[in-house]
Protein backbone atom coordinates (compact mmCIF):
# COMPACT_ATOMS: atom_id res chain seq x y z
CA UNK A 1 0.00 0.00 0.00
CA UNK A 2 1.52 3.25 -1.04
CA UNK A 3 1.03 6.21 0.95
CA UNK A 4 1.24 10.06 0.73
CA UNK A 5 2.19 12.57 3.19
CA UNK A 6 2.23 16.17 3.14
CA UNK A 7 3.62 18.08 5.87
CA UNK A 8 4.87 22.28 5.68
CA UNK A 9 1.86 23.86 5.32
CA UNK A 10 0.62 26.97 7.71
CA UNK A 11 0.21 30.32 7.42
CA UNK A 12 2.45 32.90 5.58
CA UNK A 13 2.40 36.65 4.29
CA UNK A 14 2.27 37.57 0.93
CA UNK A 15 5.58 37.73 -0.43
CA UNK A 16 6.58 34.94 1.65
CA UNK A 17 7.80 31.18 1.14
CA UNK A 18 6.98 27.92 2.10
CA UNK A 19 8.51 24.27 1.04
CA UNK A 20 6.01 21.61 1.01
CA UNK A 21 7.30 17.94 1.67
CA UNK A 22 5.46 14.81 -0.25
CA UNK A 23 6.86 11.47 1.81
CA UNK A 24 6.16 8.38 0.05
CA UNK A 25 6.08 5.20 1.19
CA UNK A 26 5.10 1.40 0.49
CA UNK A 27 7.32 1.74 -2.58
CA UNK A 28 10.18 3.42 -4.03
CA UNK A 29 9.18 6.57 -5.66
CA UNK A 30 10.91 6.30 -8.79
CA UNK A 31 7.99 3.91 -9.76
CA UNK A 32 6.05 7.49 -9.78
CA UNK A 33 5.57 10.64 -11.85
CA UNK A 34 4.86 12.71 -9.32
CA UNK A 35 2.30 16.39 -8.72
CA UNK A 36 0.98 18.87 -6.42
CA UNK A 37 -2.43 19.56 -7.02
CA UNK A 38 -4.45 22.51 -4.92
CA UNK A 39 -7.90 22.92 -4.26
CA UNK A 40 -9.11 26.23 -2.99
CA UNK A 41 -12.58 26.20 -1.34
CA UNK A 42 -15.57 25.74 -3.72
CA UNK A 43 -13.29 25.58 -6.85
CA UNK A 44 -11.86 22.39 -8.40
CA UNK A 45 -8.68 20.81 -7.84
CA UNK A 46 -6.29 22.28 -9.46
CA UNK A 47 -3.21 21.38 -11.63
CA UNK A 48 0.06 23.19 -9.81
CA UNK A 49 3.50 21.17 -10.82
CA UNK A 50 4.30 17.86 -11.65
CA UNK A 51 7.89 16.06 -11.95
CA UNK A 52 8.91 13.07 -14.01
CA UNK A 53 10.16 9.92 -12.47
CA UNK A 54 13.68 10.81 -12.69
CA UNK A 55 13.57 14.37 -11.57
CA UNK A 56 14.55 15.76 -15.35
CA UNK A 57 11.50 17.20 -16.60
CA UNK A 58 9.18 19.29 -14.74
CA UNK A 59 6.34 21.28 -15.72
CA UNK A 60 4.52 24.15 -13.69
CA UNK A 61 1.11 25.79 -14.50
CA UNK A 62 1.26 29.28 -15.88
CA UNK A 63 -0.45 30.35 -12.26
CA UNK A 64 2.73 29.41 -10.52
CA UNK A 65 5.12 28.89 -13.02
CA UNK A 66 8.12 31.45 -11.99
CA UNK A 67 7.13 31.41 -8.32
CA UNK A 68 7.00 27.22 -7.49
CA UNK A 69 9.38 24.75 -7.82
CA UNK A 70 8.61 21.17 -7.93
CA UNK A 71 11.98 19.06 -7.01
CA UNK A 72 12.17 15.52 -5.75
CA UNK A 73 14.75 13.39 -3.93
CA UNK A 74 14.57 9.59 -5.21
CA UNK A 75 17.33 8.73 -2.40
CA UNK A 76 14.47 9.84 0.44
CA UNK A 77 11.74 8.60 -1.53
CA UNK A 78 10.22 12.67 -1.03
CA UNK A 79 9.08 15.39 -3.45
CA UNK A 80 8.59 18.83 -2.61
CA UNK A 81 7.28 21.85 -3.44
CA UNK A 82 9.37 25.13 -2.86
CA UNK A 83 6.50 28.26 -2.98
CA UNK A 84 8.04 31.75 -3.65
CA UNK A 85 6.57 35.45 -3.61
CA UNK A 86 3.18 33.76 -2.22
CA UNK A 87 0.15 35.72 -3.08
CA UNK A 88 -3.28 35.38 -1.31
CA UNK A 89 -4.93 33.55 -4.22
CA UNK A 90 -2.60 30.80 -3.56
CA UNK A 91 -4.45 30.09 -0.36
CA UNK A 92 -5.65 26.89 -0.85
CA UNK A 93 -5.35 23.23 0.71
CA UNK A 94 -2.34 21.55 -1.34
CA UNK A 95 -2.40 17.81 -2.40
CA UNK A 96 0.71 15.79 -3.45
CA UNK A 97 0.08 12.87 -6.46
CA UNK A 98 1.51 9.84 -7.58
CA UNK A 99 1.22 8.33 -10.77
CA UNK A 100 2.44 4.81 -11.40
CA UNK A 101 4.17 3.55 -14.22
CA UNK A 102 3.99 6.19 -16.68
CA UNK A 103 4.81 9.86 -17.65
CA UNK A 104 2.99 13.01 -15.13
CA UNK A 105 -0.26 14.22 -16.48
CA UNK A 106 -1.75 17.65 -15.92
CA UNK A 107 -5.14 16.01 -15.32
CA UNK A 108 -6.05 14.74 -11.56
CA UNK A 109 -8.17 11.54 -12.54
CA UNK A 110 -5.11 10.29 -14.03
CA UNK A 111 -3.17 9.85 -10.83
CA UNK A 112 -3.40 6.80 -8.41
CA UNK A 113 -2.36 7.93 -5.25
CA UNK A 114 -3.32 11.04 -3.28
CA UNK A 115 -2.45 12.49 0.22
CA UNK A 116 -4.48 14.27 2.90
CA UNK A 117 -3.66 17.21 1.66
CA UNK A 118 -1.72 19.96 3.55
CA UNK A 119 -3.65 23.79 4.02
CA UNK A 120 -1.66 26.64 2.94
CA UNK A 121 -3.19 30.22 3.68
CA UNK A 122 -1.97 33.52 2.65
CA UNK A 123 -2.67 36.41 4.24
CA UNK A 124 -1.84 39.89 2.97
Known amino acids: QVQLVESGGGLVQAGGSLRLSCAVSGRTVTSYAMAWFRQAPGKEREFGAA????????YSADSVKGRFTISRDNAKNTVYLQMNSLKREDTAVYYC?????????????????WGQGTQVTVSS
Open 51 to 58: ISRSGMTT
Open 97 to 113: AARQGRSYSLTAVEYDY
